[in-house]
């Protein structure tokens, strides 16, 4: 019986592990047909099976659970399919590009405009659903996410191709292990056998993905921590901090669009046109680069550490030689 289980057991584990994952595949094609269907123009079998790399058949029992849902799934005289939004109500509003079109001339041009936060904030009530999860619904990012599902099932090494690297400022291939997706899918954690080091990659900072034909070899050093709002996660090279801030309704539209898991630890103050953000984080330099952008926005309120922190990179950027330092193109 031991040797039975022995043998056994970790091919079920496996098992278990590629329905949960093929679940979630399934439950990501959905939503991004759902948000494909009610963009026009209406869209055949063919088209849709060639965007997400499908076979027709699969597509429309896609459809079938689509409509199961209680949308409102339609077809065209030229067997094209669509899902029937709120008509009258969009023909009222903004679009999401008009929306966004606004809202950077409101935030480029009347900074010191009385109606500028009222402004903001109506243009943002139409966006703020967008922000979210953009990750799960843009065709491209899925298929990169199918891609590295797979991968993650198979035990294989991946090819991050062109991926675009802001702490190097390189574009460049990057060979890793997968490990594990942070929430919304927004990040990747690897291990990069190059720097022998558990890294995380922004998923819409990667090109393209290859599956290689060599496994996964470094199971153990591979290590999931959860990252920080800002994608860090624990190092021990860098210091952790405490952070609280004060942000104006413009900084606060802001980090929400940059940092989507900021969105839990914001809290509007009551009688104020300002938001609270205090949380623990666990590098802080992305907090010093914002801050650093929207200096008339933010008022830090602590941590005294990452008040002394911030002073101190401030106390350096002035102690600098102007050939020093740019402020880039």
Known sequence: ?????????PFLFSQKRYVIMLNQVKILRVLQLISLLKKPPSKTIKSIASIFNNTDRTI??????????GFDLQKDENNRYYIIGDIENDANN???????????????????NKLKDSILKKLYLQSEV?????????????????TISSALVNNKQIKLKNY????????????????????????????????MENKYFKVDRISDV????????????????????FGYAVSNEVEQYDIDLRLSLRAYILIKEEYPMVNNFLKHETGKNTYRLKLKVNNPKPVLRFI??????????????FQEYLLGHIGKLLTMEPEEYSLGD
């Open 1 to 9: 019986m031991s040797l039975f289980f022995d043998f056994f057991f």
């Open 60 to 69: 429309y029992r896609y459809l079938d659970l689509i409509s199961e849902l």
């Open 94 to 112: 903004f679009t999401a590009d008009e929306a966004n079109l606004l809202k950077e001339l409101v935030l480029k041009s009347a900074n010191k």
């Open 130 to 146: 967008s922000i979210q999860g953009n990750n799960l619904l843009n065709a491209h990012l899925g298929k990169i996410i199918d």
């Open 164 to 195: 675009h690297s802001v702490s190097s400022a390189l574009i460049s291939d990057r060979i890793v292990e997968p490990i594990k997706f942070t929430e919304n899918y927004t990040s990747l954690c690897a291990f990069e056998p190059k720097s």
């Open 210 to 229: 290859e599956i290689l034909k060599a496994d996964c070899k470094y199971q153990d050093k591979h290590k999931y921590s959860h990252p920080d709002a």
């Open 292 to 305: 650093m952008g929207l200096l008339d926005d933010i008022e830090v309120l602590g941590s005294f550490e």
